[in-house]
């Protein structure tokens, strides 16, 4: 059984922050590789930034994400975070978490192959 919701989204003002929160079950946080993407609405789904497991090594898309973003995770509470520092109005998207069965852990959208909902984040 393979469940992703996320939570954490909402309205906020340019410079401020969010954490996104994607809740799961054990078998989820454990795969590979979890990791946040984001979608504006009529553009492809981009990846945010990715954690492999067990080592736990981050990926972000670009530097500019990594600077601002943090994507950690806790296998005792399964849970996928992703804290996002200095937000800009291009940040607005709904972000969505997923997990990936391949060892590979890039962000490819087509990697990955359990997906939550999505969470909106709009920024002013």
């Known amino acids: 059984h393979v469940q992703l919701v996320e939570s954490g989204g909402g309205s906020v003002q340019a410079g401020e922050s969010l954490t996104l929160a994607c809740a799961t079950v054990?078998?989820?946080?454990?795969?590979?590789?979890v990791a946040w993407f984001r979608q504006v609405a009529g553009k492809a789904r981009l990846g945010v930034a990715s954690?492999?497991?067990?080592?736990?090594?981050?990926?972000y898309r670009d530097d500019s994400l990594k600077g601002r973003f943090t994507i950690s995770k806790d296998n005792a509470k399964k849970a996928l975070s992703l804290q996002m520092n200095s937000l800009k109005p291009e940040d607005t998207a709904m972000y969505f978490c997923?997990?990936?069965?391949?060892?590979?852990?890039?962000?490819?959208?087509?990697?990955?192959?359990?997906w939550g909902q999505g969470t909106q984040v709009t920024v002013s």
């Open positions: 954690i492999s497991s067990p080592v736990g090594t981050t990926y």
């Open positions: 054990v078998e989820t946080i454990r795969r590979p590789c």
């Open positions: 997923a997990a990936s069965r391949s060892f590979v852990c890039a962000l490819g959208a087509v990697l990955f192959h359990y």
